[in-house]
């Protein structure tokens, strides 16, 4: 039995030489800024980013790690990632099962109660009242985590692709003796990894920059998270540059940037990789099924 060897074609040369100059291309930035990030500041300032620096310094990883309060930063931001994310994704994906399921009464009355907040918002005082005054969640770890809680759009992705398992499946299940919510967590669950782990994905990288929650609710210094406690350390440097208190100190604020990109990007790097085959498809079904 001849063994039939897939033949190389010049057609499979072209698209392997463009897929790696897109890679090279996509790369080349990661690759200047990390450059950029361990460059003498003056030597940033005087001849601009180059892939080689002419002369390396770490004083903005120094400055990013200065008193050690980062590591305290990235605990709460894993925390508040993690526990988010989780609390996050059952709740929405129960509340699209829910609104997928055509026996459902006033399912559509709810999906307009989710619809009409992405159109119209009641503004950041009413936001901030409720969140303060009702829920008492200031200087609490779960003011970072509830107020970002839930998310319309991930709602309707996975009810769209709850959408598109075939209702047989269900009904089967129900033959066989499965109840709501052993059919949602045995077989629909199971059945839509690709926009699970895209909601996952959108979530976790939302919950991981969010910075702003702190700015509003969170005065205890043990709470800040990452993207904050870096956002304040910028602030500083530029005021330090604004005022001139350290004039003969050379404070970096491009290569502090730099510096930062790194330090808070790297973990969503990481997590890419084992998501990104089912984001694709979890992205494309999730929004065109109805």
């Known amino acids: 039995m001849k063994s039939h060897k897939k033949r190389f074609t010049f057609g499979d040369m072209i698209m392997h030489l463009v897929m790696i100059v897109a890679s090279v291309i996509c790369l080349y930035p990661f690759v200047l800024c990390f450059m950029v990030s361990i460059t003498d500041e003056s030597t940033v300032v005087r001849n601009g980013f180059q892939l080689i620096p002419e002369k390396f310094s770490a004083v903005a990883y120094q400055t990013v790690f200065t008193d050690g309060t980062i590591f305290n930063g990235y605990i709460i931001t894993i925390i508040i990632t993690v526990v988010g994310t989780l609390i996050a994704l059952v709740v929405s994906a129960l509340a699209a099962y829910a609104m997928s399921l055509s026996r459902v009464q006033y399912r559509n009355v709810f999906s307009m109660y989710m619809y009409i907040p992405t159109v ?171």
């Open 120 to 290: 119209f918002s009641a503004g950041l005082l009413p936001w901030y009242l409720v969140c303060t005054n009702v829920l008492h969640l200031q200087n609490t770890i779960w003011a970072l985590i509830l107020p970002s809680l839930i998310s319309p759009f991930n709602i309707f992705l996975m009810r769209n692709y709850f959408k598109s398992i075939p209702a047989s499946l269900v009904e089967a299940a129900e033959i066989d003796g499965c109840g709501t919510w052993k059919t949602a967590f045995v077989i629909i669950f199971p059945l839509s990894k690709p926009i699970l782990a895209t909601v996952t994905l959108f979530t976790g990288l939302g919950y991981w920059n969010n910075w702003a929650n702190a700015l509003y609710f969170i005065n205890d210094k043990k709470l800040y998270p990452l993207q904050f406690m870096l956002f304040r350390i910028e602030q500083m440097i530029r005021d330090i540059k604004q005022n001139g208190t350290l004039s003969n100190m050379q404070v970096p604020t491009v290569t502090f940037q730099m510096a930062t990109l790194f330090v808070t990007i790297g973990p969503i790097l990481l997590l890419y990789p084992f998501v990104q085959k089912y984001f694709v498809k979890g992205i494309m079904i999730g929004a065109v099924k109805g």
